[in-house]
């Protein structure tokens, strides 16, 4: 089965800039629809982004126009650009198969904006 590690998460001033990596091992990705979720202390987990295999993207009304997910399948890998970083914003981040987060979560990745 796919294990999925993500990374790349950090403490950041608002207005900033992260990336986030998402990587996949023990299957090929490229045959899912991806997506990126988060969630923030005493709140559900929700949709961020979500990428077909095709490449078509969605996104969360919040992030929109801030926020790039993409995908390399050569490297089993899906991003999320994250620009004009706000406190809101502040919350673990996982990626699993979208829309359907199907797979095993993985332990996610803090993101966390404050100045």
């Known amino acids: 089965q796919v294990q999925l590690v993500e990374s790349g998460g950090g403490l950041v001033q608002p207005g900033g800039s992260l990336k986030l990596s998402c990587a996949a091992s023990g299957g090929d990705s490229s045959r899912y629809n991806m997506g990126w979720y988060r969630q923030a202390p005493g709140k559900q987990r929700d949709l961020v982004a979500g990428?077909?295999?095709?490449?078509?993207?969605n996104y969360a009304d919040s992030v929109k126009g801030r926020f790039t997910i993409s995908r390399d399948n050569a490297k089993n890998t899906v991003y999320l650009q994250m620009n004009s970083l706000k406190p809101e914003d502040t919350a673990v981040y996982y990626c699993n198969l979208w829309p359907t987060p199907s797979h095993p979560w993985g332990q996610g990745t803090q993101v966390t904006v404050s100045s």
């Open positions: 990428i077909t295999r095709g490449g078509n993207t």
